[in-house]
């Protein structure tokens, strides 16, 4: 077949494939009001394979289509072919953090941070490269003499919404950050992520980190929490890490684990008050079973809804500000060192979509 068919079967082939995923995602968000958790499921499954097909097929046209044919392109093809910067590097101390906009809209859908919220001092490098084609994160950390060493040193993270401590919220995905307890929609976080070295000596996990406030904490950005606030974490995997406090009990929830949803088993641990800010945490660990590279999606607020049983104080009135995922990093097993090294990739919120059980 002569060169130029071939090019414009190709081109066909990428138009009517995202025409296809245009359709999908259409049909995802008209749907996602309608409530009945068999229909959620199959939705959720077609994003995730939505979102690793668009990171395709418009990083190929790129470089290509638009120079040619332009012309014959749907105006949603072509939305992420210019203007950004795809790879934003930040490194420890000088650029420790940044928002990201995957869309180029104007409204961010992430911020990310290296943060090492409890090192002292250190020699080495910490980095996290943000790369906006992929909606992903690149995490470096090789770092030795970290001081104090302990079982958590940093949390290099990839969130939506806002810290209590942050002044504004990436909302970008349309998740209602904040939502308050009792009225809180379902919605799904979407990601591949693999952990691709680290020192096995040190202390490990990947997890996530979300805060659930007193609404005058909640209503007013910057305000740290503190007793009567509550921290919940939902673990993938850990080495030389439990979480802090005591197993406080079993319980199942779903989670889909490369396409495939599990009825998965978590340990919950309780700290009632945790000694460096006074709030109390609630932690799911995987019982028997670990995710360390891979696509995860689940319901946070399945999470949410549990820890509300767990929790000594009720949360109903409270409210949820963000989502985070990242991976908690210590030194107090490995003398002060850690090297580490993950990428994420493919994050996506998706409002109204919820995973039931299998
Ligand atoms: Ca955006």
Redesign the pocket.
């Known amino acids: 077949m002569p060169l130029m068919n071939l090019r414009r079967t190709a081109y066909l082939s990428i138009l009517i494939a995202m025409l296809l995923v245009g359709f999908v995602i259409g049909y995802l968000y008209t749907s996602s009001n309608l409530g009945t958790t068999t229909i959620t499921t199959t939705i959720s499954y077609t994003v995730f394979n939505t979102v690793t097909n668009v990171k395709t097929l418009t990083v190929t046209q790129t470089t290509t289509v638009t120079a040619v044919e332009t012309v014959t392109l749907q105006p949603s093809t072509q939305t992420t072919t210019v203007a950004l910067k795809p790879r934003v590097t930040l490194e420890y101390p000088s650029n420790p953090w940044s928002s990201a906009?995957?869309?180029?809209?104007?409204?961010?859908?992430v911020f990310v941070e290296v943060n090492p919220w409890n090192v002292k001092s250190y020699k080495g490098v910490q980095r996290v490269v943000i790369d906006l084609l992929s909606r992903g994160i690149e995490v470096y950390i090789d770092v030795e003499d970290v001081n104090p060493s302990t079982w958590t040193n940093g949390y290099p993270e990839i969130m939506i919404g806002r810290k209590p401590w942050g002044k504004s919220y990436a909302n970008?995905?349309g998740v209602p950050f904040p939502m308050r307890v009792r009225d809180a929609k379902p919605f799904i976080v979407s990601f591949y992520i693999c952990l691709e070295r680290y020192s096995p000596d040190m202390n490990l996990n990947i997890a996530a980190d979300a805060w659930i406030v007193r609404e005058p904490i909640a209503k007013s950005p910057g305000t740290p929490p503190g007793s009567g606030d509550l921290e919940v974490m939902v673990w993938l995997f850990s080495n030389n890490l439990n979480p802090a406090g005591n197993k406080v009990g079993e319980t199942r929830i779903p989670i889909a684990l490369n396409g495939t949803v599990v009825d998965a088993e978590w340990e919950v641990w309780r700290m009632d008050s945790v000694t460096w800010g006074g709030w109390q945490y609630i932690a799911f660990k995987p019982k028997n079973w670990k995710h360390v590279c891979g696509y995860v999606a689940y319901n946070p607020i399945d999470f949410v809804r549990e820890a509300a049983k767990y929790a000594t104080f009720n949360i109903s009135d409270y409210y949820l500000l963000d989502w985070e995922i990242g991976t908690e990093w210590g030194t107090i097993s490995s003398r002060g060192k850690a090297e580490l090294s993950w990428r994420l990739r493919d994050f996506v919120a998706i409002p109204g979509a919820s995973i039931p059980r299998p």
Do not use: Q, V, W
Not at 101 to 109: L, R, S, T
């Open positions: 906009d995957f869309n180029d809209d104007g409204a961010p859908e970008g995905y």
